[in-house]
């Protein structure tokens, strides 16, 4: 098993809360009240006025998630936060969700439990970092998913993570090289550039990785851990849109 840093999230972006996620970490603007009636899966439930609620922030892991987020909101009353009320393209409102009463959102009550991954869609930092905090004491205490197999792929373990495509991932190793061809910048984890592990981050992406005062030429040679969709190009590949993605650990 490849060696584990401890993360130690960029200055300028993530430094990690110290406490669990509290309304004033995802205090985005209310969308509601509702009484939950079924729950779907492992980040979606169903109220009692027809909403379908996906769980915004987090990814959900296989039954896990399910079986935790049925224990914590079925029946149970709660508030709806978020940025936007819109649907999604499958008739889903995204939010943060706390039971009555609770200042500590749903998310991070199922991250603490080994239940979900913190996904990349967080911008807002104060919220991604409460989120992260949360998914870190799961780890530490082995709870949930953390207490089987690796759930943080070695990026030198190309077949590994090829099996993943299509699928949310953790992914950590050393940056080998920072090159950049046409319009997208790579993070390459091996020599062998078409089939070795890499992260993407195409031009239009960059502004939101410089305004957080990111140089990624200084990423060569340290130990990053990276969160994403991994595609296929033809060697697996994540793409970074949001700085949130990375963390560079520490014991580099």
């Known amino acids: 098993m490849f060696r584990r840093a401890a993360a130690t999230v960029l ?5 990690l809360a110290t406490t669990p996620a509290r309304a004033t970490d995802c ?4 969308q509601g ?5 079924d729950v779907i899966d492992g980040r979606s439930f169903r109220l009692s006025d027809g909403r379908e609620i996906k769980l915004a922030g987090i990814e ?9 987020g049925r224990a914590i909101v079925a029946g149970k009353d709660v508030s709806l936060r978020g940025e936007d009320d819109a649907p999604d393209r499958y008739g889903r409102q995204s939010a943060f969700v706390f039971l009555a009463g609770s ?8 991250l603490k439990e080994g239940a979900a991954l913190v ?11 409460a989120l992260l905090t949360a998914e870190a004491t799961a780890r530490a205490a082995k709870k949930g998913i953390w207490a ?3 759930v943080i792929k070695n990026a030198e373990s190309t077949d590994d993570i090829l099996a993943g495509i299509g699928r949310f991932m953790l992914v950590e190793g050393t940056v080998l ?3 950049q061809a046409g319009a997208t910048t790579y993070l390459n984890f091996g020599r062998r550039w078409t089939r070795d592990f890499a992260v993407t981050i195409s031009r239009r992406n960059m502004p939101a990785i410089e305004s957080a005062s990111i140089t990624l030429k200084s990423l060569e040679n340290q130990r990053i851990r990276v969160r994403g969709y991994v595609e296929a190009h033809p060697g697996p590949r994540i793409e970074v849109v949001r700085t949130g993605q990375i963390e560079v650990l520490s014991g580099n």
């Open 177 to 179: 090289t920072v090159r």
């Open 148 to 150: 089987g197999s690796p």
């Open 60 to 68: 959900p892991v296989a039954t896990d998630g399910t079986k935790a």
């Open 27 to 30: 205090a985005f603007e209310p």
């Open 103 to 110: 200042e500590t959102p749903v998310q991070s009550l199922l």
């Open 11 to 15: 200055p300028a972006l993530m430094a």
């Open 33 to 37: 009240e509702g009484h939950v009636i």
């Open 119 to 129: 996904s990349s869609e967080i911008a807002e930092k104060a919220c991604a970092n």
